[in-house]
């Protein structure tokens, strides 16, 4: 029997509700797309907040520079950096200068002309305080009218301006080749603390779990002649990169404290080292780890290769030391074992492919990074033709140029340079290293007498090393000659250089002593005190008293002292002395000065009675060339009479 629906019961049942099964899909579909679009929002945020901060800097980097042409004297809008005002722009200055002035200024906003005080920078040289000063800190640099943001209480350095540049062992199409990054980093420019690599779509890098020690890659740094730690020459520390044992996730730990130099091969283990408490004086470098992680690339899209640079240990400065040139090394494959699966094999398709390089420093705000300049792109071409046409050759045209000397340290008319310096000489192009040696590379000093010393070649015959055979002379001037004995590969001789420089004057020896008075009381038999040389040279020191009674001894009484410290003992004999205060004056006499003071009395028992030693005021005469004036209390109590002694 056939049943017919009301109109009312067809809508309803049109109306039926959604399953289960159907709303959780739909849930699961929104929440997907709601975390799509949040992404995408918080991305653009950021890219936008990037955006903003660099538009501000170049409308105030413009203000500076008008503000500068129209200021009489010409000045840029900046704050006074000696914000402690002793005098000294360092570390104590907030913010401070780690690397000294380095002409790094923080913005005044509220900085005047000087001729018109009623004009301020804001906002008559622009419009007003940007809402990006709120997330960063504006500085400029008055050497170069740079102006760029950094963060907040950042020290006072420029930005890291490093360059990278990356090469290929092989760059056909599908070969497993090796892939190295040249990074280099300017000294005083702030540390570069993480650098990201795009690594082009059609790389294969990386994408296998090795065994925990497997080498996969090498790491050079070279630290230049401007190097704090060994000046002149340049040092180089070395390590492997290896794997973890986890996917795509390596380390490089490099032992700071085996730097070689690239001159004499000698060992330099004070490098990155932190300053003692002498503010001169370092301890041996760290050990370091500095960790890789690559993020694979595919056909279609970039991957990415991270490395973070461990900054924790050792010298702790937000500044490069010296210049500095990294160069890492990916192998092709594993222990550089062409039987083992490749690391990095290059794009199947012949093009250009460029490894994009950004950086974030010691001094920049969290999570903002700078685009690295470089030569990033490689040119991988296809299997080589069969039968290649020939490439037309062209006569070689002879070199008939010789070399010049490019650089030297020290430096032409340098001054104050360490008596144990090495002088380094870099040249235009190589030269023939049979023909540097102690006769064309030479040094004299102001009475022309030779210098004597050993010549190496280093750099493959771009520079060479002149190495004294011992401390050359205080306050001396040097010449340094180099001949044209000294020839290139094609033998054309060197164009004739000399320069010149003056040693370090060493300081006089200066005595002085820890303590201006002993009081050994009535139970005390010995004291010490300290001879110190706090000048320069050797310093001679007697030790001499005008005890009577024969009481006192002093151990030592004589020696020498450089820059150490000498402990002096000094005993009393309490036998045989009566109920009494006795008094000495012992003298140290040295060819830096005499120093003279009392040695504080000493007190006996009588009769159940105690003696209260005399307390006289400490004084110290100086008598230089061992003659002068000392002043000598010769009583005691409230009342107080003194004695003028000339002594030579």
Known sequence: MSRHWSTRDYMMRRQRGFTLVELLAVMAIIGILAGVVAGSISGLGANGQNAQIQSDTRIMETGADRFFNDSFPQTYPVVNPDTNNDGELDGLDSPPLPAGDVNVRLIDYDARLPQDPTKTFAPDFIKDIPNSAALVSYRAVTTTSDVFPAADGAPLIPPSNSRLNVAADDTETGAPSAIIFDLIMSK???????????????????????????????????????????????????????????????????????AVSESNGNVVDTVKGALQADGITRDPGPTLTHNLEISPATTETPGTKSLEIDRSQGSLVAHNESRETWVLKIFSHPDENDLNDPLITNPSLAAVYRWVN??????????????????????????????PTPIPTSTPVPDTTGPIVGTISPFNSATGVAVGTDIVATFSEKVTSSTVNGTTFKIEDDLTSPVAGVVTVAGNGLSATFNP??????????????????????????????STFTTEVLAAPDLTVSTPALDFGTGLTNLSFDITNVGGGSLTW???????????????????TTSETDAIVVTVDRSG?????????????SNGDIQRWHRGGIGRHASG???????????????????????????????????RLRGR
């Open 188 to 258: 005083n420019r702030a540390a570069v603390e993480l650098l990201k690599t795009q690594i082009p779509a059609g790389y294969i890098v990386g994408g296998q779990s090795l065994p925990t020690g497997a080498e996969v890659g090498k790491l050079d740094i070279f630290f230049d002649v401007d190097n704090p730690w060994k000046p002149g020459h340049i040092l180089k520390v070395s390590a492997p990169v290896l794997a973890t044992g986890r996917a795509n996730k390596w380390e490089v730990s490099p032992n700071y404290a085996t």
């Open 358 to 387: 950004e950086e974030h420093s010691t001094i920049q705000v969290e999570d903002v990074f700078e685009a690295v300049a470089g030569r990033q792109a490689l040119l991988i071409k296809g299997d080589p033709v069969a039968s």
């Open 469 to 498: 055979t011992g401390d050359l002379a205080n306050d001396t001037t040097y010449t340094v000659t180099l001949t044209s004995g000294i020839t290139d590969l094609a033998l054309n001789p060197l164009t004739p250089f000399t």
């Open 542 to 560: 007697t030790i001499t008293d005008n005890d009577s009674v024969g009481f006192l001894g002093t151990t030592p009484i004589s020696g020498d």
């Open 577 to 589: 002395l009566a109920a009494a205060t006795y008094v000495a004056t012992i003298t140290v006499t």
């Open 609 to 643: 009675r105690r003696t209260s030693p005399g307390h006289f005021p400490p004084f110290v005469g100086h008598l230089w060339n061992s003659w002068g004036t000392v002043l000598v209390p010769a009583g005691h109590g409230r009342g107080r009479r003194w004695e």
